[in-house]
């Protein structure tokens, strides 16, 4: 905890102390039950039902059973506070991971391509897109506020056409099985994923109306979808799998919903940060052995998308500072935007170890030798944005502009916009 930088000397402090308790707790409670055995029997071995000795016997074992249901609804009271705050604890960063305390200190590990160069100055995604007609910032805000936008025309279609291009690829040359997941998701699978309780405020939850949620038994939240590697994930929630089986491999698109608490004064301009935007989410699951090869291989999937499309992005490995909550280790894709003279993140290939497999009760069963059972053991999830469909948009725009404004539509993704070549002004 102390590699991720996480200071909070008393909340740990808090768990050691709770987790004395509930050792405590449960030795008494097993001595108390034994003592409790032991007097039911020797009650049960009184002859005469009636006598005094066999209701002080009674009595004696109804004090011992009061005494121990307070001590059973006192260790349901440590265990509930102790896992609320154990809930709140980041996944430990693997020991491959680079030490440091921020993004400055992340780690470069590989380009491709080069940064395109221009014999005039460079714009922004902003510029082009309201000079091309492709994107209504004005109409996205009136219609449902800030960080909302409208696409239009070529716009909408490069939108559609890049989401089928990724699940294209995946699909047909990486091997992934495509799926279609819900957009309204439960709060169980936003805390198996570890969306939950950490990151509440950065998620939408929806108001549920009391006639339907009678009619529909919902005794659950519903929280609209932040990205596909919830619902994706969960797909093998409560679920034990064969180990012949892995590693399994899931691509899907959604719409993804993000409230981004804390993030206001940043990214305010353009399509960087919005509230609402598209995304192909890669998942795996592996046994241990193999996740950090089926780590490295995820990530070279989501970089083959940006080389189909002649984009130039680095690769950086995230130093323990930076990782996110439930990441152990982590590979960020970053594309070169010219007009913003900068690398932005366009996909966070991370591997969680078994930290959302232990939240989902996600297993698998180890081969057996054939002579004795073998016990499920969790698995490893890993998963990458293949990619944030908004964000290789702006990469596109801004990477293969040219001086008259237009825009090259890289040749891979021509036969999904009926063979276009050029984006140019209307």
């Not at 919903?257 to 919005?274: K, M, P, V």
């Not at 598209?278 to 490295?296: G, I, N, S, T």
Request: net charge negative; with cysteine.
């Amino acid at each position: 905890m102390a590699r991720r930088g996480y200071r909070d000397e008393v909340a740990l402090s808090r768990l050691g102390e709770l987790a004395e308790k509930r050792r405590a707790l449960i030795t008494d409670a097993e001595r108390l039950k034994r003592e409790r055995n032991e007097a039911s029997t020797a009650m049960a071995a009184v002859k005469d039902k009636k006598s005094q000795e066999f209701a002080d016997r009674r009595e004696a074992l109804r004090g011992l059973s009061d005494t121990i249901k307070g001590q059973e609804a006192e260790l349901a009271e440590v265990e509930g506070t102790l896992q609320a705050l154990l809930h709140e604890l980041p996944n430990l960063p693997h020991q491959s991971a680079p030490d440091g305390k921020s993004e400055e200190e992340n780690v470069w590990v590989r380009s491709w391509g080069k940064k395109p160069e221009f014999a005039f100055e460079a714009k922004d995604h902003v510029d082009l897109g309201e000079a091309l007609g492709i994107v209504d910032f004005e109409a996205g805000a009136k219609i449902s506020g800030a960080r909302f936008t409208v696409l239009r025309g070529m716009g909408a279609r490069l939108e559609r056409a890049l989401m089928q291009f990724m699940l294209d690829r995946h699909a047909d040359e990486h091997g992934y099985e495509e799926l279609w997941v819900p957009t309204l998701l439960k709060d169980a699978s936003l805390f198996g994923t570890g969306q939950l309780p950490k990151f509440a405020r950065d998620s939408f939850r929806i108001a549920k109306d009391e006639e339907w949620a009678s009619q529909n038994e919902a005794s659950h939240d519903l929280y609209l979808c932040p990205t596909a590697e919830v619902p994706v994930t969960n797909t093998l929630a409560d679920t034990i799998v064969e180990a012949a089986s892995l590693p399994i491999a899931y691509a899907a698109y959604s719409a993804c919903f993000r409230s981004e608490a804390g993030s206001y004064g940043r990214d305010t301009r353009g399509l960087i940060r919005q509230h609402q935007f598209d995304k192909v989410e890669l998942v795996r699951f592996a046994a241990p052995e193999d996740a950090m090869a089926q780590h490295a291989l995820l990530t070279e999937h989501a970089e083959k998308i940006l080389q189909a499309l002649e984009l130039h992005y680095q690769v950086v490995e995230l130093c323990t500072g930076d990782l996110g909550f439930g990441a152990q280790k982590c590979f960020d894709l970053e594309v070169w935007l010219p007009g913003q003279n900068a690398y932005r993140e366009i996909s966070s290939c991370s591997w969680f170890g078994d930290f959302q497999a232990r939240r989902m009760k996600a297993r698998y069963r180890p081969e057996s030798d054939g002579k004795k059972k073998v016990k499920p053991k969790l698995l490893h999830t890993i998963n990458g944005s293949g990619l944030a469909i908004g964000r290789t948009l702006v990469a596109l725009l801004e990477q293969k502009q040219r001086q008259d404004g237009s825009v090259v539509i890289p040749e891979a993704l021509r036969p999904y916009v009926g063979g276009r070549a050029l984006i140019e002004a209307r």
